[in-house]
T-cell receptor, first 112, second 118 residues
Framework: QKEVEQNSGPLSVPEGAIASLNCTYS??????FFWYRQYSGKSPELIMF????GDKEDGRFTAQLNKASQYVSLLIRDSQPSDSATYLC????????????FGDGTTLTVKP | DAGVIQSPRHEVTEMGQEVTLRCKPI?????LFWYRQTMMRGLELLIY????????DSGMPEDRFSAKMPNASFSTLKIQPSEPRDSAVYFC????????????????FGPGTRLTVL
């Protein structure tokens, strides 16, 4: 079993719809969780992080964390064509100084 | 701030040659990461440093790979000898440790070096 698993994708949604991206992790001791966006040919950039159970909202993005189920998700409301990218889930065992383990990513296409 | 700087951006070499990738982290960051990304294996952590000291090199594929961080503003990843299966995009990322500029553990990635070994 991989340490961090994401929807295999690709995921395609129409413009204006909600895109839902999912991630599960194997280590119950994981403490911090990140979503990076990577455009084709570019480097990953952080868009959301979450440490506590529940929801965290930032504009059109909402991260959801359920530590009991070892599950973290990213919702993108009112999806735009500019949201088309690969989304990488990353998990840290330690909140502070540790390394991040990345999932393989889910490629999202938002169709106009 | 210029962000994380990597050089070269593209490298094409022949099997058996030595390859050196370079990284300058963001000033003030004291944690540095080297990743490799391929379609087959995704984004893999190779090695990371805290305060110029290697902390975890368990991702380094084999002895052909080595990494150094002689000071806080420079790191190298060397492959000797290179093989076609080393072809990938190599990313360097940096981050502040707690108490520094960022408290959110965010890693800032460089633009990457696309390596092709023929």
């Amino acid at each position: 079993q991989k340490e961090v698993e994401q929807n295999s994708g690709p995921l395609s949604v129409p413009e204006g719809a909600i895109a839902s991206l999912n991630c599960t992790y194997s280590d119950r001791g994981s403490q911090s969780f990140f979503w990076y966006r990577q455009y084709s040919g570019k480097s990953p950039e952080l868009i959301m992080f979450i440490y506590s159970n529940g929801d965290k909202e930032d504009g059109r993005f909402t991260a959801q964390l359920n530590k009991a189920s070892q599950y973290v998700s990213l919702l993108i409301r009112d999806s735009q064509p500019s949201d088309s990218a690969t989304y990488l889930c990353a998990v840290n065992l330690n909140t502070n100084a540790g390394k991040s383990t990345f999932g393989d990513g889910t490629t999202l296409t938002v169709k106009p | 701030d210029a962000g994380v700087i990597q050089s070269p951006r593209h490298e094409v070499t022949e099997m058996g040659q030595e390859v050196t990738l370079r990284c300058k982290p963001i000033s003030g960051h004291n944690s540095l990461f080297w990743y490799r990304q391929t379609m087959m294996r995704g984004l893999e952590l190779l090695i990371y440093f805290n305060n110029n000291v290697p902390i975890d090199d368990s991702g380094m594929p084999e002895d052909r790979f080595s990494a150094k961080m002689p000071n806080a503003s420079f790191s190298t990843l060397k492959i000797q000898p290179s093989e076609p299966r080393d072809s990938a995009v190599y990313f360097c990322a940096s981050r502040s440790l707690p108490g520094g500029a960022s408290s959110y553990n965010e890693q800032f990635f460089g633009p990457g070096t696309r390596l092709t070994v023929l």
